[in-house]
């Protein structure tokens, strides 16, 4: 059973940072054929997709409003993501998830919970 689970939300001022981590188990094809992913889900809003990550940085892209200021990682060897934010915003403030996504097997698409991050002074 594939699960994912993530850590590390919380409260922070405004320009703060915080570091999201996404722990994956249970995959029994290659990490690596997955696309991670972060999608935020803001009070009374859709969820959106913030970050996502093929293989490399390189293939990295970012939400317009979290670029420069948000960075995706993955690790093979660990089976993990991560989410770096700094300065953040108060409109940053949301449930974060992680989401595994297969390369090419449409139907191998995982979520973790969520974890809340709320930026406020």
């Known amino acids: 059973q594939v699960r994912l689970v993530e850590s590390g939300g919380g409260l922070v001022q405004p320009g703060g940072s915080l570091r999201l981590s996404c722990a994956a188990s249970?995959?029994?094809?290659?990490?690596?054929?997955?696309?991670m992913e972060w999608y935020r889900q803001a009070p009374g809003k859709e969820r959106e997709l913030v970050a996502a990550?093929?293989?490399?940085?390189?293939?990295?892209d970012y939400e317009d409003s979290v670029k420069g200021r948000f960075t995706i990682e993955r690790d093979g060897a660990s089976k993990t993501s991560a989410l770096q934010m700094n300065n953040l915003k108060v409109e940053d403030t949301g449930v974060y998830y992680c989401?595994?996504?297969?390369?090419?097997?449409?139907?191998?698409?995982?979520w973790g919970k969520g974890t809340l991050v709320t930026v406020s002074s």
């Open positions: 989401h595994a996504q297969h390369t090419t097997i449409h139907a191998l698409d995982f």
């Open positions: 249970g995959i029994s094809s290659s990490f690596s054929n997955y696309i």
């Open positions: 990550i093929i293989t490399t940085p390189d293939t990295a």
